[in-house]
């Protein structure tokens, strides 16, 4: 089940921009420092009268995005909780969703050492492997 699915109230303020970073930030998600100039998106939200920021960078966004496209949404902090959950109950997706895992535990850098990965394509959705959603 995703973990959208559990929150129980939307934030009464959100909203996301991205920017091209003029210092270094550190994502929210992966924990990985985003140097100068790399884009990153920064989400604002008030949720029960508290405002919160939260900083994500380009690589782990793909994480995000396939969660929102077959989730309906997904929750700051918890991207990767959420996809690690997804690897164990979609084993036709794992290995692609899996591949995003190894990105982020690589901080998303090369295997040669060459500075950052790519930034990988989103995995196919539930729909285009012939899944159909649990929960």
Same mark, same amino acid.
């Given at each position: 089940?995703?973990?959208?699915?559990?929150?129980?109230?939307?934030? !009464?303020?959100?909203?996301a921009k991205t920017f =091209? !970073?003029? $210092?270094? %930030? %550190?994502?929210? @998600?992966? *924990? %990985?420092?985003?140097? &100068?100039? @790399?884009?990153? @998106?920064?989400? #604002?939200?008030v949720y029960e009268g508290? *405002?919160? !920021? #939260?900083? !994500?960078?380009?690589?782990?966004?793909?994480?995000? &995005?396939? +969660?929102?496209?077959?989730? *309906?949404?997904?929750?700051?902090?918890?991207?990767?909780?959420?996809? @690690? /959950?997804?690897?164990?109950?979609?084993?036709?997706?794992?290995? /692609?969703?899996? =591949? +995003?895992?190894?990105? =982020? $535990?690589?901080?998303?850098?090369? #295997?040669? *050492?060459?500075?950052?990965?790519?930034?990988?394509?989103?995995?196919?959705?539930? /729909? /285009?492997?012939? +899944?159909? $959603?649990?929960?």
């Amino acid at each position: 089940m995703c973990m959208a699915d559990y929150a129980d109230d939307r934030p !009464t303020v959100y909203s996301a921009k991205t920017f =091209r !970073t003029r $210092k270094d %930030r %550190r994502c929210d @998600e992966c *924990g %990985r420092l985003i140097k &100068q100039g @790399e884009r990153y @998106e920064n989400a #604002f939200m008030v949720y029960e009268g508290h *405002g919160s !920021t #939260f900083v !994500t960078c380009e690589h782990c966004k793909v994480g995000a &995005q396939w +969660l929102l496209e077959n989730c *309906g949404g997904y929750l700051h902090n918890a991207v990767w909780a959420d996809l @690690e /959950e997804h690897i164990a109950e979609y084993p036709t997706l794992a290995f /692609e969703l899996s =591949r +995003l895992r190894v990105g =982020r $535990k690589r901080l998303w850098q090369r #295997f040669d *050492g060459a500075g950052l990965m790519a930034i990988p394509p989103v995995p196919r959705t539930l /729909e /285009e492997a012939g +899944l159909e $959603k649990h929960g």
